[in-house]
């Protein structure tokens, strides 16, 4: 005989008040009265497969979880109960679905986390890490005979097994401003891909003299981050700020007087490196200063269809660079060159100044053809709206 919605509630409340004390026999017996549920009182399969799993019935724990789940997809207990359970039945793969669906759903704007729960969710992030290690493991075993002469992989299937195994996080290209297709997603490129770098490196004393007078007398030097009366205000904490400041050498397309006129062989030294010519926009030089203490916040440049090249002339311990997953840092005289339009930060953790000479350069892949049509398609967007700034 059916149930009525009055039997079903007091069947309920034993089964639930029987949960609490411990006695889940009890519970379970009274529960599963209620598998077929009651005039408007669906079945109680999360109870049911609470008790079942307190009693080590964990295949019918887990059948009571499925079609709770089923109902309820995103039921936070039910998630971690299930993957706990799966857990102890040995399916390491399904657990570690439960358990990022469960810290997925944790994570979620909006969702508060019953304290009960806390435990649960911090035991499912150490067994996803430990799942993450032992596949780490078992790949590095299985791969060690793949890596050629050199014992090592190549770098892209190194990052390719680092993206698998959880080690580094994917970053790509995502310029504020202009996205060309097809260009690699690299963050750095090495010195020895360009044949100017060499060149300009063995100059790295003489503009570090030239460097040295224009410190000297401190005077050249803005915030490279400026307000300007006619636009918004970038929300940028170096906003004005002195501790990350340029000394200007090219700046849209022209050179900069005096200070071009007091750094020749700087000027000579750019003069070798492919660096765009585009009407108001480039060249672009300058020296960057950053003061001990510094932190420029993660950020994206403007472009893809250029890199920034960093010559470090004063290059103190404690400062380093991020773009994307990989972080460098500057030695002097040892070209850096990266496309900005990863994401990226830079710091300053030492005592003293660091400074590098700051320019920019087309991506080595873009024909002269692409290279024309990029220079009259920035043109056209300035003549139309002016020139875009880098707030940084």
């Not at 993957?83 to 669906?101: M, P």
């Not at 972080?327 to 953790?349: C, P, Q, V």
């Amino acid at each position: 005989m059916p149930l009525t919605r009055s039997q079903a509630e007091l069947l309920a409340r034993e089964g639930m008040a029987a949960l609490r004390n411990g006695n889940a026999a009890t519970a379970y017996d009274k529960l599963l009265l209620l598998q077929d549920g009651a005039p408007g009182i669906p079945a109680p399969w999360f109870l049911i497969a609470q008790a079942a799993q307190a009693l080590g019935r964990d295949e019918e724990a887990d059948a009571a979880l499925v079609k709770f789940l089923a109902v309820e997809p995103r039921h936070l207990a039910a998630l971690l109960t299930m993957a706990a359970l799966k857990v102890r039945r040995g399916d390491d793969r399904a657990a570690q679905s439960f358990y990022r669906t469960a810290l997925n759903v944790a994570a979620q704007p909006g969702t508060t986390v019953p304290p009960m729960l806390v435990p649960m969710l911090r035991a499912g992030e150490t067994f996803l890490a430990e799942v993450a290690s032992r596949f780490t493991e078992h790949l590095d075993q299985i791969l060690v005979g793949t890596r050629g002469a050199t014992g090592k992989h190549s770098a892209r299937t190194q990052q390719a097994l680092d993206l698998l195994a959880g080690r580094t996080e994917l970053y790509l290209q995502q310029p504020s401003m202009f996205y060309f297709p097809g260009l690699a997603q690299r963050a750095f490129f090495e010195r020895e891909e360009f044949a100017w770098v060499a060149s300009m490196e063995a100059s790295t004393a003489a503009i570090c003299a030239e460097l040295e007078r224009v410190l000297a007398t401190d005077d050249g030097f803005a915030p490279y981050v400026q307000s300007m009366p006619d636009r918004p205000a970038p929300a940028n904490p170096l906003l004005d700020d002195p501790s990350w400041s340029a000394f200007q050498l090219w700046q849209g397309g022209a050179p900069v007087e005096p200070n071009a006129s007091l750094c020749p062989q700087t000027m000579a030294a750019l003069a070798s490196a492919p660096i765009p010519v585009i009407a108001g926009r480039s060249p672009m030089a300058i020296f960057s200063r950053l003061k001990p203490g510094t932190h420029i916040r993660p950020h994206h440049g403007m472009l893809n269809t250029r890199l920034i090249c960093h010559l470090p002339l004063i290059a103190p311990d404690g400062c380093g660079l991020r773009v994307g997953a990989e972080t460098r840092h500057w030695k002097t005289g040892e070209m850096l060159i990266f496309d900005d339009s990863f994401e990226h930060e830079a710091w300053n953790r030492g005592r003293e100044t660091r400074v590098v000479l700051l320019f920019e350069i087309w991506r080595p892949e873009l024909t002269p053809d692409e290279r024309a049509a990029l220079t009259d398609i920035f043109e056209a967007i300035d003549t139309y709206q002016g020139a875009a700034v880098d707030t940084g």
